[in-house]
Every structure is written in structure tokens, then in C-alpha cells.
């Protein structure tokens, strides 16, 4: 079964603090992404990875850096928190090579800064 | 600028009354149209791909379409565990990124 886990389910910190999420997929996926998700907005797009050590900015990669040592692990990082980052963080990873398109979606970290 | 709108944004529904959700759509060299389930607090769970105009696919009480501008996603005598938002997202060709639309909340009262 397809499976994204994230790190934590709620996390609050305080502005100015450095936040890691982790993402980790056991679907040997070569494709991941971040994206966050806030009312009325949808979800959209932080940074994504094609490959190990390869990543790519999103639409909104502003105050936010990514990592990928592994192919099953992909880290978002906040370097500086801030209250406009309070938001909903989905990781998610995808194949082409399995012959399928579709995003497989984690769980999701609530993300709160005070 | 590729734009994926949903609507309506909310829509309450008594069970068993049918209704349709719309997406309309301009995604630069639109590879697929992907719809998700999402509840509330959890991630987005797939339901569809549809990649040409013309094609349907079903699965319980939900099935979708895709026209060259829109899809819709009818939703045939719900139940209360049909509640939830449903997001419509467009896969680009050229990057294979998607953009998703903002969500349809569905509430179904028994």
C-alpha cells in the first residue's frame, strides 16, 4: 500500500525559530514535493525534487529551503519561522517510471507560529 | 498563467440528491486532470486521472468527465460519508507540475 509519512501532525514554534519537516515515502518514488495549503487559496507549490540531490522552486519557495540526501526523504526547512508560514504542510511523491501521474499525498503537519 | 477554478465553494446536499461539482481549466499543455478527496485535518486522497477530452471514469457513487475547458465530478445519491472537499488539480506537460484549484466542500445530510 502507497504510503507518505510526515514528521509530525501539529507543531507550533515561535518566530525566528528554524523548522525542520521531513517527508518520507516507501513507494521508491523518484518524484517529491512540499506544498502548503491555506483557506480559500488551495494548495500550492514550495519546492519539488526530480532525483536525489536535485531541487526545484516552486510558486511560492520564498523563506523556505529543501533537502534530499535520500531518495525516500525529502525535508523542508524554515529557515527563520514567521507567522505568515502558519499553515498546512503536505508533502507528497509521485512516478513517472511506474506509469502513473497521480501525487500520493502525506497526512499532513499543522504548522502554527506564535 | 494556468488557473484551475472550482465550483461552487460549498455545497449541502440532502442524501440522495445528485448534484455535480465543475472545474474549469487552462493548463498550459494539460497532460491530466486529476480530482482528490480530502477530509477535514487529513491529506488529499486520489480519486480520478482523466487525460482526453471525452473520458469518463467512476467509482461508487462519484463519477468524473473532462471536456477540452472542464471537468465535472457528479456525485449520484449521496451519503453522509460523501461529505468532504473535493480538489480538482491540472498536471502540465512541460514540467509535470499541478495546479490545483482552491476546493468543493461537500456536506451531506442525512
Known amino acids: 500500500d502507497v504510503k507518505v509519512t510526515q514528521s509530525s501532525r501539529y507543531l507550533v514554534k515561535r518566530t525566528g525559530e528554524k523548522v525542520f519537516l521531513e517527508c518520507v515515502q516507501d513507494m521508491d518514488h523518484e518524484n517529491m514535493f512540499w506544498y502548503r495549503q491555506d483557506p480559500g487559496l488551495g494548495l500550492r507549490l514550495i519546492y519539488f525534487s526530480y532525483d536525489v540531490k536535485m531541487k526545484e522552486k516552486g510558486d511560492i519557495p520564498e523563506g523556505y529551503s529543501v533537502s534530499r540526501e535520500k531518495k525516500e526523504r525529502f525535508s523542508l526547512i524554515l529557515e527563520s519561522a514567521s507567522t505568515n508560514q502558519t499553515s498546512m504542510y503536505l508533502c507528497?511523491?509521485?512516478?513517472?517510471?511506474?506509469?502513473?501521474?497521480?501525487?500520493?499525498f502525506g497526512p499532513g503537519t499543522r504548522l502554527t507560529v506564535l | 498563467e494556468d488557473q484551475v477554478t472550482q465550483s461552487p465553494e460549498a455545497l449541502r446536499l440532502q442524501e440522495g440528491e445528485s448534484s455535480s461539482l465543475n472545474c474549469s481549466y487552462t493548463v498550459s499543455g494539460l497532460r491530466g486532470l486529476f480530482w482528490y478527496r480530502q477530509d477535514p485535518g487529513k491529506g488529499p486522497e486520489f480519486l480520478f486521472t482523466?487525460?482526453?477530452a471525452g473520458e469518463e471514469k467512476e467509482k461508487e457513487r462519484l463519477k468524473a468527465t473532462l471536456t477540452k475547458k472542464e471537468s465535472f465530478l457528479h456525485i449520484t445519491a449521496p451519503k453522509p460519508e460523501d461529505s468532504a472537499t473535493y480538489l480538482c488539480a491540472g498536471l502540465r506537460s512541460n514540467d509535470y507540475k499541478l495546479s490545483f484549484g482552491a476546493g468543493t466542500t461537500v456536506t451531506v445530510r442525512a
Open positions: 482523466l487525460y482526453s
Open positions: 507528497a511523491s509521485s512516478s513517472f517510471a511506474q506509469g502513473g501521474n497521480e501525487q500520493f
